[in-house]
């Protein structure tokens, strides 16, 4: 699957990219090839790629490089999509193993005598750049975990635990926990059915996650008080901790979380201030909206699809499961992404999308702040021009939010000890 962000809340993927008024930057040129993609139309996604890198000198990263090779591999240009997966493995050192291998996207590849070799090479990428990967067998399933900095592991010494983002891989917090690990113990791993660990047929709910997470910290030996750190969906799983265990809880972090605050009718309130009619929302989110999750359900991988279904029903669920017990006072920060990106966020074309964003954006500010304002060391942080994966486009906000927490976290337990 390409590796952008589906967003549930906003639907329905419909596009207007044509009739532009003036040339197009390279990150305008970007957007025109996902949104496309989105659209399904993946031969024009493809060639609206390459146009970018032409207009770039040739310069991608490697998550273009690889969008790029999902929609030439899902035109049938098989050709193509090589080239750009070959790329990506042997000069770019991609090292998502999980991520190509089971990405449907690609499937057409399969059958391709060069198929092997780019897993190969990509393989061996991970294996070097996480020499440290191990598997702890929880439930009779083995579950990959990376650990660093162990020389740090000491008690009363915050261990820095990081929950990906929707079918997300520890990858996306290289840079974050490098730096990190220079001071504190940190631990990773990908849930069930993601990169490496098996399948355990059981759904990804708050519960079987947070029990098995705890499970694996203490098998590594890695003992409380946790500092949790998390992506996206993943803030879901980091608040259903502190609510299960808040003992054990040193402080939070939410990089631009799901919004386990939206209570019932919160989601139609962008669509209501933008200017919708309850008939046009109801028509929105109806038959035709489940329908569409239905048929994306058999475009998807398993691992993407179980934790949609979860997702789905903590929203119906109003997050009952995450926040039975209000937030523990201990360091809490939000980190709001600011940046638009229209190519991973398309909506029904009678409204503004991005005013709508916004709208949606502010809305959720509100509650965030509110939600840590009654806390001693509670924090906000907005950036600005980031994309939802700040830990990426804003590595060292996220790195400062973090050494902010753990200073706090000290401050914190010298208190303790001296009211005692």
């Not at 962000?5 to 044509?18: D, N, Y």
């Not at 050192?93 to 449907?104: E, L, S």
């Not at 402080?251 to 605050?261: E, Q, R």
């Not at 903590?314 to 009952?320: P, Q, W």
Request: net charge neutral; charged share 25%; proline share 5%.
């Amino acid at each position: 699957m390409k590796t952008t962000l589906l967003f549930f809340g906003f639907a329905i993927l419909t596009v207007s990219i044509f009739g532009q008024a003036k040339p197009q930057g390279y990150p305008e040129l970007i957007r025109t090839a996902d949104s496309l993609y989105n659209a399904k139309d993946f031969s024009n996604s493809a060639f609206a790629f390459s146009n970018a890198f032409k207009a770039n000198g040739w310069n991608a990263t490697s998550k273009e490089h690889y969008n790029a090779a999902c929609s030439w591999a899902l035109a049938n240009f098989p050709d193509s999509a090589i080239y750009h997966l070959l790329y990506v493995a042997s000069k770019m050192n991609y090292k998502d193993y999980g991520q190509i291998k089971g990405d449907p996207d690609l499937k057409s590849l399969h059958s391709d005598k060069r198929w092997q070799s780019i897993l190969d090479l990509v393989k061996a990428n991970k294996e070097k750049a996480y020499s440290a990967i191990d598997f702890v067998i929880v439930n009779s399933h083995k579950v990959e975990v990376l650990t660093s900095g162990m020389q740090n592991n000491m008690a009363d010494k915050p261990v820095v635990v990081f929950e990906n983002g929707m079918a997300g891989s520890f990858g996306s917090w290289d840079i974050v926990a490098e730096e990190i690990s220079k001071t504190n113990a940190v631990f990773r791993y990908n849930r069930p059915r993601i990169g490496e660990s098996e399948n355990d047929s059981l759904p990804p709910t708050t519960d079987h996650i947070t029990n098995n997470l705890r499970k694996m910290l203490l098998q590594k030996g890695l003992k409380p008080p946790y500092l949790l750190v998390s992506h996206s969906f993943g803030g879901a799983y980091i608040r259903s901790f502190a609510s299960r265990y808040p003992q054990e809880v040193a402080g939070l972090v939410f990089v631009d979380p799901v919004d386990f605050t939206q209570k019932k009718g919160d989601g139609d309130l962008p669509y209501l201030e933008i200017g919708l009619t309850q008939h046009q929302i109801d028509s929105i989110f109806g038959k035709a909206y489940d329908n569409f999750i239905e048929n994306l359900y058999q475009e998807m991988p398993a691992f993407y699809v179980e934790e949609v279904k979860v997702s789905r029903a903590l929203y119906k669920s109003e997050f009952k499961e995450c926040d039975s017990i209000p937030l523990p006072d201990v360091p809490v920060h939000f980190i709001h992404a600011g940046g638009y990106s229209s190519g991973s966020n398309e909506g029904p074309g009678i409204y503004d999308r991005e005013k709508m964003w916004r709208i949606d954006n502010n809305l959720k500010m509100k509650r965030w702040i509110a939600l840590v304002n009654p806390l001693k060391y509670g924090r906000y942080f907005y950036s600005a021009h980031s994309g939802h994966y700040i830990q990426q486009d804003d590595p060292e906000l996220v790195i400062s939010s973090i050494k902010l927490a753990l200073k706090d976290c000290d401050k914190i337990m010298k208190e303790k000890e001296t009211s005692h």
